[in-house]
């Protein structure tokens, strides 16, 4: 094998190489997984929220309500509860729920037949879009 030979070789070898890098897709700048399921995430911004409209804030709509959390379920389907204030290991009166990895929230319970089901399915509705504002009192 002559010099030449030798010096054409490596340009096709070099040249194949700068090829197939280019063919590689660019790394993509999505935000780093946090290990939480779509369902997770969703119930975490919506719990927040009312914990902090409805609880927190001492609205007189909420007081005779508890909220209780479980939003570290193992199966699943994060969720929480409103409870009698006054008999936290009471039947729920509200439950606010998703599961897997679907962002989508349920709510189901006696106070959404209530005049008060309304404002929670609408509070809801809000902060599930990621609006965390606590909206008009009812």
Known sequence: MTMRQTIARLALVAAAGLVLASCQSKPKSAPAP????AA????EQVAI??????????????????????LNSFTGTPRF????AKHYGGKPLL????????RRVDVYGPLMN???????GSDIARWQTGNPACGAAA
């Open 49 to 70: 929220a009312a914990h902090k409209c409805w609880i927190a804030s001492k609205d007189p709509t909420f007081r005779p309500y508890q909220m209780a959390n479980e």
């Open 95 to 102: 439950v606010v729920q998703a599961q897997g990895n679907s």
């Open 40 to 43: 997770l995430l969703a119930m």
């Open 114 to 120: 209530e005049p008060l089901g309304a404002r929670i």
């Open 34 to 37: 946090s290990g939480k399921s």
């Open 81 to 84: 509860l409103l409870v009698p």
